[in-house]
């Protein structure tokens, strides 16, 4: 119509568009296979364990403190509850934690004692210390996003290492591994 | 007549308990007194993401760790504490997650540098398309 001859396009250029919708279903289907992870990690790996002292959760054990966690060896620091499904299927696997050893500290959150006092007769008591946190302020305050989740803490009460989840009887050996390097 | 009373039986049915019982944290529902502290506490926690919902605000949530957030928040906001400085605070133990409003790091600055990159393809185009029409009258 206006006559002016428009540049024409190189041919490749014609396949762009089904190129990049290749792409587009590449990724969905990268997405679909790898989902990404919705775990939020702790930042405070390496940082000392932040001050607090918990009242007992149970009534035969003490309560815990961040001093607790200083004295010379690694220790486990497992956040849990009663009310938390996979914490009942992690029991078991904390239990072989502490026959093969392991020295284990619980921070039970927003826990009726009577409902914990049930938990803990039902799966077993493999803790040293129970503290009861019933506003979530020392999980806030070492960055875990849930339950159950598990620390190793150095015997300077520096935090060296997190577990999101509950811990799968094959990660045992993994933990315990943690835990050594956690002492030397 | 007995697949209605499995249906009825079934809206009777108390579902599986996963969340804890516990009442919530003093301040998780309740504003603070001062309404310049609520409404500085307010704004930080809408850009506070919440930990177990992904994609709402613990202002939004009703998640319990959500509501101990929004707590220890109107708490600290009460005895005088910045906004600012317990976000950094809520960074520090979760990263960059955890806020709504992102820092320029080494793995964010895209965010901030696309659009500048746009905005000035866009007006390389802009200037070829205007450019071209203008040498064409000629």
Known sequence: MSGIEKPRAPRWTLWLPLALFGAFVGLVVLGLVHPASHDVPSQMIGKPLPQFNLPAAADDRPGLGNGDFSKGKPRLL????????????????????????????????????????????????????????????????????????????DGHGVIRYQHIGDIRPEEVPMMLEKLKEAGE | MRRLALAFALVLAAPAAADDTMP??????????????EAKATALMETIRCLVCQSQSIADSDAPIAG?????????????????????W?????????????????????????????????????????????????
């Not at chain 1, 019933?134 to 849930?146: E, M, N, R």
């Open chain 1, 78 to 153: 497992n956040i849990f509850a009663s009310w938390c499904i996979p914490c009942g299927v992690e029991a078991p696997v904390l239990s072989e934690l502490a026959r093969q050893g392991a020295e284990i500290d619980g921070i039970a959150i927003r826990d009726h004692r009577a409902d914990l006092a049930g938990f803990l007769a039902r799966n077993g008591n493999p803790y040293t210390r129970l503290g009861a946190d019933d506003v979530s302020a020392v999980q806030l305050a070492i960055g875990s996003s849930g339950v159950p989740e598990t620390f190793v803490i």
């Open chain 2, 24 to 37: 919530p944290a003093p301040y998780a529902y309740r504003q603070l007194a001062d309404p310049v502290k």
């Open chain 2, 68 to 88: 101990d957030m929004r707590s220890q928040i109107r708490e600290r906001i009460q005895a005088g504490e910045d906004p600012e400085a317990i976000r950094r």
């Open chain 2, 90 to 138: 809520l960074v520090a133990r979760y990263g960059d997650y955890v806020t709504y409003t992102p820092r320029v790091t080494s793995v964010t600055w895209p965010l901030f540098a696309a659009p500048v990159v746009l905005l000035g393809l866009a007006g390389l185009l802009v200037r070829r398309r205007f450019g071209r029409a203008q040498g064409d009258k000629a």
